[in-house]
């Protein structure tokens, strides 16, 4: 099984709606991104969390919310939804011990708003 | 500010062929760099990475040498083969940034040709 999941894979969605994209993880780590993938930007943070208390804003956070239910799953939520955010979501963890450099990536949500 | 750029592609070789991918990187201080990989509709997986200056990462044939001279990370293969063709990102942690995140390139898809 996949350490890093999310669902749903695929989104199809119309302007002004609500969506969530959830993440979930069973290698235990602390920390969880959410990052956006557009083509010829490579990917951009959106928000972080440190721990279920702990939430800050990436480089990329307006029109985007996210919640830290427990520690192994973290929601990115778009209120009102618009066309400009279509783009490939990803998740991802990172351990603060001796791998913190590494991120451990989920395989994407690709989200389409018409 | 940081940043990464690294050639576009996308890159065509024939099966056998030498790989270079360029890659140079702006940071304050002295960053971690890395090579992920992602396979056609899969997340991002780390391939390898490297600490500080002069230090080689290496993985799967792959390697790539940390030159703060010339602020550089270029990743390498001798010998590559389809399985390889995937999108390739340099992506950077600036050890300064409590949020940890990665800055990455904009990609470079590879394409490898029996």
Not at chain 1, 96 to 108: A, C, L, N, V
Not at chain 2, 27 to 43: D, I, K, M, N, R
């Amino acid at each position: 099984d996949a350490d890093v999941t999310q669902t749903p894979r695929n989104r199809i969605t119309k302007t002004g709606k609500r969506i969530m994209l959830e993440c979930s993880q069973t290698k235990g780590h602390d920390r969880m991104y959410w990052y956006r993938q557009d083509p010829g930007l490579g990917l951009r943070l959106i928000y972080y969390s440190f721990d279920v208390k702990d939430i800050n804003k990436g480089e990329i956070s307006d029109g985007y919310s996210v919640s830290r239910q427990a520690q192994a799953k973290f929601s990115l939520s778009l209120e009102s939804a618009i066309p400009n955010q279509t783009a490939l979501y990803f998740c991802a963890t990172s351990d603060p011990g001796t791998s913190r450099d590494t991120q451990y990536f989920g395989p994407g949500t690709r989200l389409t708003v018409l | 500010g940081n940043s990464v750029t690294q050639m576009e592609g996308p890159v065509t070789l024939s099966e056998e062929a030498f790989l270079t991918i360029n890659c140079t990187y702006t940071a304050t201080g002295y960053p971690s760099l890395f090579w992920y990989v992602q396979y056609p509709g899969e997340g991002l997986q780390l391939l390898l990475k490297a600490t500080k200056a002069d230090d080689k990462g290496s993985n799967k044939g792959f390697e790539a040498t940390y030159r703060k001279e010339t602020t550089s990370f270029h990743l390498e293969k001798g010998s590559v083969q389809v399985s390889d063709s995937a999108v390739y990102f340099c992506a950077l942690r600036n050890p300064m940034d409590s949020s940890y995140k990665l800055i990455f390139g904009s990609g470079t898809r590879l394409l490898v040709r029996p």
